[in-house]
């Protein structure tokens, strides 16, 4: 498909062309990362924010929101519960928090790292690039760092920011010479979003050569500026679209790791997480935060509605998978390098 031809199926989907699409995206997972669903257990470690973003909850000017930082002992006792749940992967993860310092990120990373066999994902902003080398050494794995839209001029607008040329994009860029697998992405459905952009956002995750790809819809929060501009929102349907992004994303890069991302399931409780592993993701993510934590980490409305994780959570997310005919992972899910089609 080219441009104009992925520019139509956003706008008017139809559900031959759909189904079409995401019988590809999987035929396509299938073949290249198979039926193994990497399970990442996120935990929030602070919801403190240096930024003004117009869309999210954390957002600096948010004074409804009770502000929380966990303490290296409540990291480490959380990274450890999700070990023994199964997880192989820890995202840490943060608003832009200019007090956690870089010596305790060091410190919680090379405490997990020395006790637990997992990989670890830092997704705590943008920080200087000396502390991610610092943190690198210290054993962390991944980074994810959202661009969320490659339309400078709205992303300036979105973030509050003035930049001539796109700085997270760059970063990523540098990150990866450092070491680190990088993972990126977007949100879909933001009010004054095109078409046309998100299919930009397409080809930049391609060109990019991300190791992981993370797409979420929109979801607007009360306590924020952008709620009052709602009526700017282009997108029709963003749970639709970002469905239809997944499956392009899969078929377009077939070994990176594409997960089902939260906000999916936040929209839909029962079916969200399935229908992106549907339509060619394999990776899920859930937030394993603890309480009174987890309730305060709103980035948009009703992300904070599910309890706190628990054996009956990981026995329902596992049963899904198993009535969705995957699996979960026995590795720690590193980005499979190989040339598609597969030889
Ligand atoms: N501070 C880090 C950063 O900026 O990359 C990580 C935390 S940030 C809250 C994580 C992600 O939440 C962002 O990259 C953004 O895509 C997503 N997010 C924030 N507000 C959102 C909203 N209203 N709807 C959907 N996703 C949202």
Not at 145 to 156: A, G, M, Q, R, V
Request: aromatic share 8%.
């Amino acid at each position: 498909m080219n441009r104009d031809e992925i520019i139509k199926v956003l706008k008017n989907p139809n559900a031959e062309k759909t189904k079409e699409i995401f019988s590809l995206a999987d035929a396509v997972r299938k073949k290249s990362v198979g039926d193994e669903v990497h399970l990442r257990a996120i935990i929030e470690i602070s919801n403190y924010c240096k930024e003004s973003c117009l869309y999210c909850g954390l957002n600096k000017n948010n004074k409804n929101l009770k502000r929380y930082r966990l303490s290296e002992e409540e990291i480490f006792s959380t990274a450890l519960k999700a070990f023994n749940f199964g997880f192989q992967t820890i995202v840490i993860q943060s608003g832009e928090d200019p007090l956690i310092k870089t010596e305790f990120i060091e410190n919680v990373v090379k405490r997990i790292k020395d006790n637990l066999d997992v990989a670890i994902t830092l997704s705590l902003g943008e920080r200087n690039l000396d502390d991610y080398k610092r943190w690198k050494d210290a054993g962390s794995d991944r980074i994810l760092l959202k661009f969320e839209t490659s339309d400078l001029y709205l992303y300036n607008q979105l973030r509050g920011k003035n930049e001539k040329v796109h700085k997270r994009v760059e970063m990523l860029k540098e990150l990866r010479t450092i070491g680190y697998e990088i993972g990126s992405g977007i949100m879909v459905g933001t009010p004054f979003q095109s078409y046309e952009s998100l299919v930009d956002d397409l080809f930049l995750m391609k060109e990019l050569d991300l190791d992981m790809i993370a797409i979420g819809p929109y979801i607007p929060h009360k306590d924020t500026p952008l709620n009052d501009k709602l009526n700017s929102i282009v997108v029709k349907d963003p749970e639709a679209t970002t469905l239809i992004l997944v499956a392009l994303s899969r078929i377009l890069n077939p070994f990176a790791n594409i997960p089902s991302t939260t906000a999916l399931s936040v929209i839909d409780p029962k079916e969200g997480r399935i229908n992106g592993l549907k339509c060619g993701a394999n990776v899920i993510m859930p937030d394993l935060t603890p309480e009174p934590y987890k309730s305060l980490y709103e980035i948009y409305d009703g992300k904070t509605s599910s309890p706190e994780w628990n054996e009956i959570s990981q026995e329902n997310l596992l049963r899904s998978l198993k009535m969705a005919g995957r699996i979960p992972s026995s590795s720690k899910g590193s980005r499979i390098k190989k040339i598609y089609p597969l030889q």
